[in-house]
């Protein structure tokens, strides 16, 4: 109401006001809806979630490696190579299950894992930051502070 009766005014004094005249650039009305929404571009803004999961989200989900050459080794036996999916985490031949875990903001997260081998079983805490184009992501174990950064690998192809 009180835009209506500054418009009127201004118009009255023969004043232009641009309040008072609608966005005809889409390009302005587009950069003014991103900057009201937070979450208008998830692969730039890192947007704070807070929430608790049990399993990795759809961007964390994939086959790791510590660089684009390592893509090529047999994950199996590869220490260079890492596989998160669904609730599972593979590397360095450990499985881990995710037992609880939260995600903190769209790009970090942090679980408790359990893993048994052959021989003992045991918990490990991870974090985990997903560069904004999700082409790297950055795993710290929690118990010695390790921190091991990995390029995402391409998809394999069936045939």
Known sequence: MAAKILCLSATLLGATVGACWPITDKNAVAGAQSAASPTADLGVADVALEIAINRFPAGYQGRWAISAIACDQDPDSGAEIMSLQGRLIKFAGSI????????????????????????????????????????????????????????????????
């Open 96 to 159: 881990g299950t995710m037992v609880q875990g939260k995600r903190m903001t769209s790009n970090t997260m942090a679980a408790e894992f359990q893993f048994v081998d052959k021989t003992h079983k045991s918990t490990r805490m991870m974090a985990f930051k997903l560069s904004a184009d999700r082409a790297q992501i950055v795993r710290t174990d929690k118990a010695d502070g390790l921190r091991t950064r990995y390029v995402r690998c391409p998809k394999l192809m069936s045939g």
